[in-house]
C-alpha cells in the first residue's frame, strides 16, 4: 500500500532562517506530487505542483521553491523566512488527476516563524 | 473554469442531529468532485468522490453526497452526528487540462458537534 511521509512535523524558526521541508511517498511510481499551504482561517493555498522529477510548476509568486531530486521526493525550501511563511504545510500525491483519481495528504508540517 | 463555493464556514449541531454541508460548484464541464475531512493537525483524508457514476455517493464514517445537476450543488450529510465528527470539511472540485489537473478546494466549513 502506499504512504507518504513528511519531517519534520513542527518547526520553529526565527526570521530570515532557512527552510526544508522533506515529502516522501512509498509504494507507487512517477506520481503527481503537491506542496500546500494552509494559513489559519484561509483554505488550502497550492504553492507548487510536480508531474515529474525536476519538473515543478508554481502556482503563486512567494518567497519559497520546491524541487523534486527524485521521483518519489519533494522538497520545500526557503532561503530566507518570512513572518508570513507560518502556517500548516501539507504535502500530497496522486496518480491521474484527469481520470477522476483523489490525492492523498501527508501528515503536515507545522512551521512557525518568530 | 471549475471551482467550488461552501455555503457557511462553520456549522455547528447537536450531537444525533442530521449533518448537512453545503457545496455548489461551477464547472461547464461534467466534474469529478471530493469531500475531504482533516482533524487538527493532521492531513486531509478523502470522505467519498463523484466521477459520473451514481450521483448518491456513500462515503467512510457515514457519511454521503448526492450530486444535482439542475442545482449544481454536491451537498455532503450524514443522518447522525458523532461527537467524533467534528473536524473542518472541504469541498474540491478537479480543474485543469492537459498534463496541468488539480484540485481546487473550498475554504472548508467546520462542523462542531455539541454534546
Known amino acids: 500500500s502506499q504512504t507518504i511521509h513528511q519531517w519534520p512535523a513542527t518547526l520553529v524558526q526565527p526570521v530570515g532562517s532557512p527552510l526544508s521541508l522533506e515529502c516522501t511517498v512509498e509504494?507507487?511510481?512517477?506520481?503527481?506530487l503537491y506542496w500546500y499551504r494552509q494559513a489559519a482561517g484561509r483554505g488550502l493555498q497550492l504553492l507548487f505542483y510536480s508531474v515529474g522529477i525536476g519538473q515543478i510548476s508554481s502556482e503563486v509568486p512567494q518567497n519559497l521553491s520546491a524541487s523534486r531530486p527524485q521521483d518519489r521526493q519533494f522538497i520545500l525550501s526557503s532561503k530566507k523566512l518570512l513572518l508570513s511563511d507560518s502556517g500548516f504545510y501539507l504535502c500530497?500525491?496522486?496518480?491521474?488527476?484527469?481520470?477522476?483519481?483523489?490525492?492523498?495528504f501527508g501528515p503536515g508540517t507545522r512551521l512557525t516563524v518568530t | 473554469a471549475q471551482s467550488v463555493t461552501q455555503l457557511g464556514s462553520h456549522v455547528s449541531v447537536s450531537e444525533g442531529a442530521l449533518v448537512l454541508l453545503r457545496c455548489n460548484y461551477s464547472s461547464s464541464v461534467p466534474p469529478y468532485l471530493f469531500w475531504y475531512v482533516q482533524y487538527p493537525n493532521q492531513g486531509l483524508q478523502l470522505l467519498l468522490k463523484y466521477t459520473s457514476a451514481a450521483t448518491l455517493v456513500k462515503g467512510i464514517n457515514g457519511f454521503e453526497a448526492e450530486f444535482k445537476k439542475s442545482e449544481t450543488s454536491f451537498h455532503l450529510t450524514k443522518p447522525s452526528a458523532h461527537m467524533s465528527d467534528a473536524a473542518e470539511y472541504f469541498c474540491a472540485v478537479i480543474k485543469g487540462g492537459g498534463s496541468n489537473y488539480k484540485l481546487t478546494f473550498g475554504k472548508g466549513t467546520l462542523l462542531t458537534v455539541n454534546p
Open positions: 500530497a500525491w496522486s496518480n491521474h488527476m484527469e481520470l477522476g483519481d483523489e490525492q492523498y
Open positions: 509504494g507507487t511510481s512517477n506520481p503527481n
